[in-house]
């Protein structure tokens, strides 16, 4: 579905996404979408679980965003090549900038039974911070926010009148919120266009019933109703990024030659070069796919 002028609110669908390996796991993604890349500088949405897989993800690089990693159930320890070494719990948030380049591993913890759930997003870096140097923070103490109706934890930027202390690059807000009654009302922030993602069951937003997973986008405006007692949404919000982005695999730039650069700089050295080294893996990596045979080009959001 594509958005018409007038319209301030799309459905945006999950598409179920194999991520390989023999144990691996499907996600199901909602950002980028077709008609919408962005939503905010938040640019990857990617939903996982509740499922018996495991996630085994060998060191891979990244260029130009923000990886939040945020389970909801069972652990993941994480490794990159600053020295990181943090096995991630329910409710802590993993937040890993890469500037110029980084490189990590992602593995479910084995002596955990519990079926994993939980989502992995994807944060654009602006001009200003996407050549610098790469950065991982581990964030155990995110501040429990609440309002009539509701309750939830703040990921990163401001909500209820508290703050994460998550460190972001653009004006973002992410937010796990639990509905405690039917038809709860949030105040937003109007200069945020905004994205609420079903976690674990149907909602409604502003009297649209969404399916589980989907993502219900909405262009700015200072409230948003939710109904659904009982259920989780993920609230993602910010202004509008403006910056064109060249998406490919793990990498986010602003045009091909960069891409190519980047993929060049993992294939020819994956231990030790520009991202650096995983301890714990040995020689081991994810090699980067082909690149397409035409020239990679910006995704463009359409205008509302
Ligand atoms: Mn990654």
């Known amino acids: 579905m594509t958005l018409g002028e007038g319209m301030t609110a799309e ?7 194999p991520l390989g390996g023999i144990r691996g796991i499907t996600v199901h993604r909602t950002l980028p979408h077709r008609s919408r ?5 938040w640019c990857f949405a990617d939903h996982f679980g509740p499922t018996d897989a495991r996630m085994h993800v060998l060191p891979h690089p990244h260029i130009g965003l923000q990886t939040v990693t945020w ?3 069972g652990q993941i320890r994480h490794r990159d090549n600053l020295g990181s070494d943090v096995v991630l719990k329910p409710g802590e948030l993993n937040l890993m900038t890469s500037g110029a380049g980084v490189s990590h591993s992602e593995i479910s913890d084995p002596s955990d039974p519990t079926p994993m759930s939980g989502v992995q997003l994807w944060v654009a870096l602006p001009e200003s911070r996407r050549h610098g140097a790469a950065d991982f923070e581990h964030v155990p103490d995110l501040p ?3 309002g009539r109706g509701w309750h939830g934890t703040l990921i990163v930027g ?3 009148g508290l703050s994460s202390r998550a460190r972001v690059y653009t004006p973002l807000v992410g937010v ?3 509905l405690d009654e039917p038809d709860v009302v949030l105040d937003l922030d109007p200069s945020f266009e905004h994205g609420v993602l079903a976690l674990d069951g149907p909602v409604s937003v502003d009297g649209v019933p969404i399916e589980h997973r989907a993502l219900q986008y909405l262009a700015p405006t200072s409230r948003v109703r939710l109904d659904g007692a009982g259920r989780t949404v ?21 045009d091909h030659d960069e891409i190519v650069q980047a993929r060049d700089d993992w294939m020819g050295q994956p231990v030790g070069g520009r991202y650096g080294r995983v301890d714990g893996h040995g020689e081991d990596f994810i090699p980067a796919p082909e690149l397409p045979n035409v020239r990679l080009r910006p995704r463009v959001r359409l205008k509302l």
């Open 11 to 17: 459905t945006l669908l999950p598409r179920e996404v």
């Open 37 to 41: 890349p962005t939503i905010g500088a």
């Open 71 to 73: 389970p909801v159930a």
């Open 144 to 146: 429990t926010v609440e």
């Open 158 to 160: 401001d909500f209820a």
């Open 176 to 178: 796990q919120i639990t």
């Open 234 to 254: 993920l609230l993602l919000g910010g202004e509008p990024f403006a910056e064109k982005l060249v998406m490919w695999w793990n990498f986010i730039g602003r």
